[in-house]
């Protein structure tokens, strides 16, 4: 991520991140490279400069982790969002543990645990969800 980059050749600079993508692990994503705030491309102006200024006064604003494939109170481990994205990929268990570095029963556990915890009966229609959502942007 460049925020990485400027961030660290620039430490004094702040850094705000404005996508239209919900994508789920983009605020984290954004946070572990040191944005100041994160913000979607769908608020108004009036609150997109109110953002700017409050994070140049030091203030940070992130938006709340979108859910809309997983229930409220349950969140998927970095590994599980990984097994999805490359689900929504079309990659096969083998490929996916591979690209882990996981083996193929460790993924199908992960699998079985990802449709547990969001209530889906197929990973498939899950990643269709995820995909259609915006949820997960294959190929980030």
Known sequence: MAARLIKEELPDVRVVVMT????????????EAGVDSFVYKNVGTSELLGIIRSTMEGYSTFPLA????????????????????????????KEIAQELYL?????????????????????????????SNGLIVPGM
């Open 103 to 131: 083996s193929e029963g460790t993924v199908k556990r992960h699998i079985s645990e990802i449709l547990a915890k969001t209530g889906y009966d197929n990973i498939l229609r899950l990643a269709v969800h995820a995909v």
């Open 20 to 31: 239209g993508l919900p994508e789920i692990t983009f605020v984290e994503r954004a946070r």
């Open 66 to 93: 979108k859910r809309g494939i997983i229930p409220d109170g349950v969140e998927l481990t970095p590994v599980e969002i990984d097994i999805l994205r490359l689900v929504c990929e079309s990659k096969t268990r």
